[in-house]
């Protein structure tokens, strides 16, 4: 069965650093990877998916299948980022059946 | 463009008793999906449902049932309530199905149920 570790229960960084949220991952074939998030008293919403390769809001995550991980990264951490991040995982290609990680939560203080 | 709503926000129930979680999907959507979040972990899929028929199911018993009705809105039932069942329980909607069809699933605001 798949599986998604998010290590970290909580990062806190200083506003303007870099940020790293760690995802790893298991599972023997090829998987979606996606990145949610929830602000503070908002609901769970995408914010960024292996496939698209874009970059929202500043944060890119790539996917290291040799390493079996997809962070999340962002250069300049900014107030606005504080939230819960959670790394998620598809294997039905639908991208509806997710297994998600415990989740990080990110503080950027002043 | 109507958000996915569910209903209730909040309910309180005892152990034994049977409960009936209300999901109304995204306008133009047709698959919907709910989660379980328990309190410190992330959600955790329980089913989903596309053209009123189930299509996918995670690790939960058979007294987790659910139904979607020809609007695309969705229950989801739960029978002999345990202490373990409380939960956040969120419904997620997308359009179409397959994997040439992805399209982003929308989260609805929960329903946080509570069992005594």
């Known amino acids: 069965a798949q599986r998604v570790t998010q290590p970290e229960k909580l990062l806190s960084v200083f506003k303007g650093a870099p940020v790293e949220l760690k995802c790893n991952y298991s599972?023997?074939?090829?998987?979606?990877l996606f990145w949610y998030v929830q602000y503070s008293r908002q609901r769970l919403q995408l914010l960024l998916r292996?496939?698209s390769r874009e970059s929202i809001k500043g944060f890119t995550a790539d996917l290291n299948k040799g390493e079996t991980s997809f962070h999340l990264k962002k250069p300049f951490a900014q107030e606005e980022d504080s939230a819960m991040y959670y790394c998620?995982?598809?294997?039905?290609?639908?991208?509806?059946?997710?297994?998600f990680g415990t989740g990080t939560r990110l503080q950027v203080t002043l | 463009e109507t958000g996915v709503t569910q209903s209730p926000t909040h309910l309180i129930k005892t152990r034994g008793q049977q409960v009936t979680l209300r999901c109304s999907s995204q306008?133009?959507?047709?698959?919907v999906s709910w989660y379980q979040q328990a309190l410190g972990q992330g959600p955790q899929f329980i089913f989903q449902?596309?053209?009123?028929?189930?299509?996918g199911r995670g690790n939960f018993p058979p007294r987790f049932s659910g139904l979607q009705f020809p609007n695309y809105s969705s229950e989801l039932n739960v029978n002999a309530l345990e202490l373990d069942d409380s939960a956040l329980y969120l419904c997620?909607?997308?359009?179409?199905?397959?994997?040439?069809?992805?399209?982003?699933?929308?989260f609805g605001p929960g329903t946080r149920l509570t069992v005594l």
């Open positions: 997620a909607s997308r359009r179409g199905m397959g994997p040439d069809s992805y399209n982003e699933q929308f």
């Open positions: 599972y023997s074939g090829s998987p979606e």
């Open positions: 292996h496939i």
């Open positions: 998620a995982l598809s294997v039905s290609g639908t991208a509806s059946k997710l297994t």
């Open positions: 306008s133009g959507h047709n698959t």
């Open positions: 449902y596309y053209r009123e028929e189930e299509n």
